[in-house]
């Protein structure tokens, strides 16, 4: 098996052993079953106002939103499905070639969907006026020390 397929196996399957844990727990199997659209909307709507989008602004964004939308939702939907097949295959105590394989199309929809995150954050930039992209900056660059302040420093992005 290549490296890179190995790599993707080794990360989903590391994610699934690490979460098992955590689902004993009722408070973490609620938190994974509740709707993250609440807190998506009270962030965008800060950022808005940070920003000071111009309606125009909002509708461009929020058009673009719906035209992916349904992608999004496959993939999140195909990365469930998989993460399922992978924890059913390692209490089946499936083989090696067959987790790799498992492996390897989940990590492929979880670079799908960073693609579209990636694809989006650029859309968002390109709306944006050079005022407006200098403040974003500024609230990441705020928000970012305020998460290493929380969870320690790191510099991934």
């Known amino acids: 098996m290549k490296s890179w397929k190995f790599f993707i196996a ?3 399957l590391s994610g699934s ?4 844990p955590g689902q004993a727990d009722a408070a973490a199997v609620n938190y994974h079953k ?6 998506f909307e009270k962030f965008w709507m800060t950022l ?4 000071e989008l ?3 602004q909002k509708e461009d964004l929020k058009k673009h939103r719906e035209s ?3 992608e999004k939702k496959q993939l999140k939907e195909d990365s ?3 993460h399922k097949q992978i924890k059913k295959a390692l209490k089946s105590g499936a ?7 498992l492996g390897a199309q989940w990590g492929q929809v979880q670079v799908k969907r960073m693609e579209m995150a990636h694809k989006y954050q650029k859309k968002f930039k390109e709306v944006l006026d050079e005022e407006q992209k200098a403040k974003l900056e500024e609230f990441k660059d705020k928000h970012r020390d305020e998460w290493k302040k929380k969870i320690g420093d790191s510099d991934d992005e």
Do not use: F, Y
Request: aromatic share 0%; with cysteine; hydrophobic share 25%.
């Open 10 to 12: 080794c990360m989903g």
């Open 17 to 20: 052993l690490i979460a098992l």
């Open 34 to 39: 509740h709707d993250h659209s609440e807190r």
């Open 48 to 51: 808005e106002e940070k920003l």
């Open 54 to 56: 111009r309606k125009d």
């Open 68 to 70: 992916v939308k349904k």
């Open 80 to 82: 469930k499905k998989l």
């Open 95 to 101: 083989d090696q070639s067959t987790l790799g394989n």
